[in-house]
């Protein structure tokens, strides 16, 4: 039989064709009729997977608790019996009988007289915290102010107060009152400073009043 003959052979061809037109057709069929799609659902059903647990040999029993062992109480040896030891009486020409010993009287105690009570001499008076009226041994005449004069005030009124150091000398000058006003403040303060009190050895304040006339 010539092989190449067959292979060129149409009837051969024809059968083939046709037998995958008919395949492909009971294919389709089978997809339009409900086949095709029982065969997906049956695909598509989950799989039930069962686990099967792995079973635990129970624990082992506890150990027994270890045995006490009682020990019986010792005891102890009686201590051998030791007798006292002699003791020597003396014979009576033996005792000695010693004198009775002689206790001085005792000494009556002599009480010295206190000390004299020696009375401190009295404190000096405390010195006044202002002294008013405290006259300086070094006075300056104060200068009229020349506003008031412009201003035709013929008189003026100031009270002060004076803070003096230890040695007389005026550190601070204080207004504590003036009619009128402010007009002689500064005539007051530059003429004060220059002033000067006795030195007492401590530091006080001075308060005193100085009066303006014009002539």
Do not use: C
Request: aromatic share 6%; net charge positive; hydrophobic share 40%.
């Amino acid at each position: 039989m010539d092989f190449a003959r067959q292979q060129r052979d149409p009837a051969r061809h024809v059968i083939g064709i046709t037998f995958v037109i008919l395949m492909h057709v009971l294919l389709i069929w089978a997809l339009i009729s409900g086949l095709g799609r029982k065969m997906v659902e049956v695909i598509k059903k989950p799989l039930t997977a069962t686990i099967i647990e792995e079973i635990k040999a129970p624990p082992p029993p506890p150990p027994p608790p270890p045995k006490k062992i009682i020990e019986a109480p010792k005891v102890q040896a009686p201590e051998p019996y030791v007798p006292p030891p002699d003791v020597p009486v003396p014979s009576p020409a033996e005792s000695v009988i010693s004198a009775p010993s002689v206790t001085p009287p005792p000494q009556p105690y002599v009480i010295a007289p206190p000390p004299p009570v020696v009375e401190a001499p009295p404190a000096p008076p405390p010195k006044p915290a202002v002294r008013k009226g405290a006259v300086p041994i070094k006075r300056v005449e104060l200068e009229y102010p020349k506003s008031a004069i412009r201003m035709g005030i013929e008189k003026g009124h100031v009270a002060v107060r004076l803070n003096i150091d230890e040695k007389g000398n005026v550190t601070n000058v204080t207004i504590l009152s003036a009619d009128p006003p402010r007009h002689f403040d500064r005539a007051v303060v530059d003429g004060l400073m220059q002033w000067k009190f006795t030195a007492d050895g401590e530091k006080y304040v001075v308060e005193t009043e100085v009066d303006f006339k014009l002539q």
